[in-house]
């Protein structure tokens, strides 16, 4: 059974393919059209879907869409305008139309411009998402939390699955969303909403908990898990979205994009991370008392907060914990596609390459060697090209690396990421100011063998080969440059499983240089997204701070180019 699952509507827009339950590829619409979290009907992602598993469209079975757009319409329209009048009336309606149309759009583009006519279906939003995370995780049964901005109702869904049936306990509906009100908050701090929240994550360290119990007002602790409190934010204001004019008068003027960046910022970001991990905690805990099993699967955007996923690591709740790699809105496509194959199962099958996040296009060596002829670039091709870039590492070289295929999610795991020597101070400035070019305040991931992930971080009896957890280090002074202000990293764990080129490239840094750890960031520079080809990585490379590029087997110098 050929299903092709799709997140298409608003941001983050991807395709997947899954046969008989297999991951067969992924990918992300923003790859391919280069606009960040791009919300276009994915029609490049979906064609590269089909070219990687080299089917025509008419093999697909059916078409699974992770969003219910029609009853997401109804929903907000129910307890936003239905009662209301004015403006706040007209817009409630209006966006009651959007989602219409764009269930409608859905149907028009798949059958008038890509000719299918087979099987549509509109899969529950944070029942994708349950699916995404739990088909994949290995678990026989699981407890699952999503959690994210909103599905058709649901902001936090509580769910219990068992062998092929995901069922879910109990949910908060939007607008009292942990996800919404950290979006708003990241609006706050001058940062952009659905794109931003990471920046505010890692801006928390540098400041102190001196506004948390202010701030409590915000966000109350509830024995159900959490309430915002709507005095603080316009949602229902003639459809404004964000702080409320008490909010401004109690915590100070919203920082412009731009702004220079003070303490009270760093205080307000430090306190509301906190609370959210406060909030996260309380709702797992309840998750745990009623389902008392050991495993907990975790997706939806929230999921990408990598602190709060360590706080829940550190609690010692569940023994073993599975998050997706792509756990905000690009992966409801992967998870519509599972649940519309799983609902209809009897025994769940687990498939362990469905694991594995490097699901998105590749190049062949031969294009890439007629490229780098083409455009009369210098090259060599090493007998032993992870020795070679190890050597590089051990001289404070930094390096991009474009091999095999690209993940499918937000981090980039070794495939399409930037290196550097983790034990000068001085590279994650010289990575954030002249590679990246983002803000200095902005820490970078440790990629650590699997085997001594123990040895330099307090892994509370976790592995997290998807750098979706924060840990804190044993030896900050060792690794430097990967290592936050406040002794935390958000780790990723290499195993020779999951990628053993990259756990070749390590271990060989490793040999000379004594730590098996590495700097990893994504390979793209800040305005832009991953890059998606030889080319683009080419062009990043000869116009940033890049000193090495590795292309598949092909290694470059910036010094001979």
Not at 200 to 208: H, I, K, N, R, S
Not at 350 to 357: A, D, K, L, T
Not at 428 to 440: A, G, I, M, Q, T
Request: glycine share 8%; net charge neutral; hydrophobic share 35%.
């Amino acid at each position: 059974m050929v299903i092709l699952g799709l997140c298409t509507g608003i941001h983050d827009s991807s395709a997947a393919l899954v046969k008989d339950g297999e991951i067969i590829c992924a990918s992300s619409q923003e790859r391919f059209d280069r606009k960040k979290h791009s919300g276009a009907f994915p029609y490049d992602a979906i064609e590269f879907c089909l070219n990687e598993a080299n089917i025509d469209v008419s093999e697909v079975d059916v078409v699974a869409i992770g969003m219910n757009w029609l009853k997401r319409g109804e929903s907000r329209y129910a307890f936003r305008g239905a009662n209301s009048k004015g403006n706040l009336k007209e817009y409630a309606e209006n966006e009651l139309l959007k989602d219409k149309i764009r269930e409608l759009s859905v149907y028009k583009n798949l059958r008038e411009d890509l000719n299918y006519g087979g099987k549509i279906v509109f899969v529950d939003h944070h029942m994708a998402h349950s699916a995404s995370c739990f088909y994949p995780s290995g678990f026989a049964e699981s407890a699952i939390l999503v959690l994210d901005g909103a599905g058709e109702e649901a902001a936090t869904s509580l769910l219990y699955a068992d062998d092929c049936s995901i069922n879910k306990i109990s949910a908060i509906n939007y607008p009292n969303s942990l996800g919404r009100y950290y979006g708003w908050i990241t609006d706050y701090l001058g940062f952009r909403i659905e794109s931003g929240e990471g920046k505010v994550m890692g801006l928390a360290p540098y400041g102190d908990l001196s506004l948390k119990d202010d701030l409590a007002k915000t966000l109350k602790i509830t024995e159900s898990g959490y309430e915002v409190n709507f005095d603080y934010f316009d949602f229902n204001v003639d459809g404004r979205k964000g702080v409320s004019k008490k909010f401004i008068e109690e915590f100070g003027p919203k920082r412009l994009p731009g702004e220079k960046i003070t303490q009270h910022h760093m205080n307000i970001a430090r306190g509301v991370q906190s609370l959210f991990e406060d909030a996260v905690l309380k709702v797992v805990t309840n998750l745990k008392a009623v389902t008392k099993t050991e495993n907990l699967c975790i997706s939806g955007g929230g999921a990408l907060n990598s602190v709060a996923n360590g706080r829940i690591a550190e609690s010692g709740l569940f023994k073993n914990i599975y998050i997706y790699p792509a756990a905000g809105d690009d992966g409801s496509s992967v998870g519509a596609a599972l649940y519309t194959y799983y609902k209809d199962q009897k025994n769940h099958q687990y498939i362990q390459s469905n694991q594995s996040p490097y699901l998105g296009k590749g190049t062949d060596p031969e294009e890439i060697e007629k490229l780098l002829q083409n455009k009369k670039v210098k090259y060599s091709r090493p007998e032993n090209i992870y020795s070679e870039v190890a050597k590089q590492l051990d001289q404070d070289k930094i390096i991009g690396i474009y091999w095999g295929r690209a993940e499918f999610g937000p981090r980039a795991l070794g495939n399409r990421s930037i290196l550097a020597n983790p034990s000068y101070e001085e590279n994650r400035d010289r990575v954030n100011l002249k590679v990246k070019f983002r803000e200095d305040f902005r820490p970078f991931a440790p990629s650590v063998l699997e085997e001594y992930a123990t040895e330099y971080f307090h892994m509370n009896g976790f592995q997290s080969p998807y750098m979706i957890m924060t840990f804190q280090t044993k030896y900050p002074k060792r690794i430097r440059a990967t290592t936050h202000v406040n002794n935390s990293a958000r780790v990723q764990t290499v195993s020779k499983k999951l990628n053993a080129r990259y756990w070749k490239l390590i271990h060989e840094f490793y040999k000379i240089s004594d730590l098996p750890i590495v700097l990893n960031t994504s390979f793209n520079k800040a305005k832009d997204v991953i890059v998606n080809t030889p080319e683009q990585a080419l062009e990043t490379f000869l116009t940033s701070g890049i000193d090495v590029l590795v292309l598949e087997e092909f290694l470059i110098l910036k010094d001979e180019n």
